[in-house]
């Protein structure tokens, strides 16, 4: 496969572990691609959720035009947070079973987080009139949830922060605004809620000019972690070029997804402090760039703050499984301050 250009390499800071932690071939359901997972330490585990797409296999999809037949989000769990994951023997939510709402189609890329004592899910939620951000509640046992709210078309990429701030719920968004701005220029936005109902006093966050290696899209990556230097923010940038070929299953996969870095304000974090000029994490590893759905994506969900100073982040890597990175926080506050 020849290398995308220009150019892009993951930070020294981030060390990536060099197999995935997940993959298709350890759901107990059927899975084709297993990737985008939020993750939170809860009750003494590390609980992950993600996205599963299946009903069809590479052979199929290239040469038979099989194209996948559900998507779910489903759950598992590790002492550690590293391997040793267990899975819930089906998934927590399944697009063939959600035939109650004929208007949805599916829902992925699940973000969670833990605002005093309830589990909060954002998810990207497709319907039969565009693509929403959803926001349902996780019940304590993990096993059932329901849906408190969802915005109008287009907008998703959500992410709650972890806590209320100024005594309000805050979350990041991505919403796509295709006539004022042309093709894909998609900006990262901030939007603020009483009661995760009723959104509203939103502000432009980052622009994609912004971001330097971007030149299609930026969108929120994982939760923001709190540090007393600011919320420690990681975003997905998109760099397209058209003469890009066969980088995946598709006949044409033009895109590439990277990780960037910025810190927002702690009492305000519609304010950016400062945001790192190059990729915190791009696609460079062989599972990454040469195999899978789609190469050269990189896609990260979930953060875990330890104790001990280190960063875990969860992040899909060629929307084909769940890879994990660390890094720690002072080194990549260094980046910002
Ligand atoms: C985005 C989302 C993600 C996916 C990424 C790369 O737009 O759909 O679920 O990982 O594209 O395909």
């Known amino acids: 496969m020849p290398a995308v250009m220009p150019p892009l390499k993951s930070h020294p800071f981030i060390q990536k572990r060099s197999s ?14 297993v990737f985008n997972a939020g993750v939170i330490k809860y009750r003494g585990e590390y609980v992950m959720i993600f996205r599963n797409d299946y009903g069809t296999d590479r052979y199929s999809y290239e040469n038979l035009n099989h194209r996948f037949c559900g998507t ?4 598992a769990r590790s002492k550690n947070g590293i391997d040793g994951w267990r899975f819930d023997p089906t998934p927590l939510i399944d697009s063939n079973d959600i ?10 890329d699940p973000r969670i987080v833990q605002i005093e004592d309830r589990l909060l899910l954002c998810l990207a ?14 019940s304590e046992d993990l096993r059932s949830w329901r849906l408190i709210s969802a915005g109008v078309p287009e907008n998703r990429n959500m992410v709650l922060f972890s806590e ?13 605004p295709v006539y004022s701005q042309g093709r894909d220029r998609f900006d990262i ?16 966050v980052l622009g994609v000019e912004d971001v330097p290696w971007a030149n299609d899209k930026i969108g929120p990556a994982a ?4 540090t007393d230097k600011g919320w420690l923010t990681l975003f997905h940038a998109v760099d397209r070029d058209d003469t890009r070929g066969k980088n995946g299953w598709e006949k044409q996969w033009t895109k590439r997804y990277t990780a960037g870095l910025m810190l927002l304000d702690l009492y305000d974090p519609s304010k950016v402090i400062s945001v790192y000029k190059e990729p915190l994490i791009a696609p460079d590893m062989p599972i990454e760039t040469d195999e899978g759905f789609r190469e050269n994506v990189i896609f990260p969900c ?19 499984c769940v890879c994990l990175a660390c890094a720690k926080t002072d080194e990549l506050l260094s980046l910002l301050l």
């Open 302 to 320: 979930g953060m875990v703050a330890e104790k001990n100073g280190e960063i875990k982040i969860y992040y899909g890597a060629s929307d084909t």
């Open 223 to 226: 939760a923001p972690v709190k």
């Open 164 to 176: 209320k701030i100024a005594g309000e719920y805050v979350r990041l968004e991505r919403p796509m």
């Open 72 to 75: 779910s989000v489903g759950i």
């Open 20 to 33: 995935a932690i997940i993959t298709s071939n350890d759901l107990p359901y059927e899975s084709s691609l």
């Open 125 to 138: 939620m497709d319907t039969r009139h565009g693509i929403r951000g959803a926001i349902a509640e996780l």
């Open 99 to 108: 035939q109650k709402d004929p208007e949805i189609e599916r829902f992925y």
């Open 189 to 204: 936005w901030l939007s603020r809620s009483p009661d995760l109902i009723y959104w509203g006093r939103s502000e432009l």
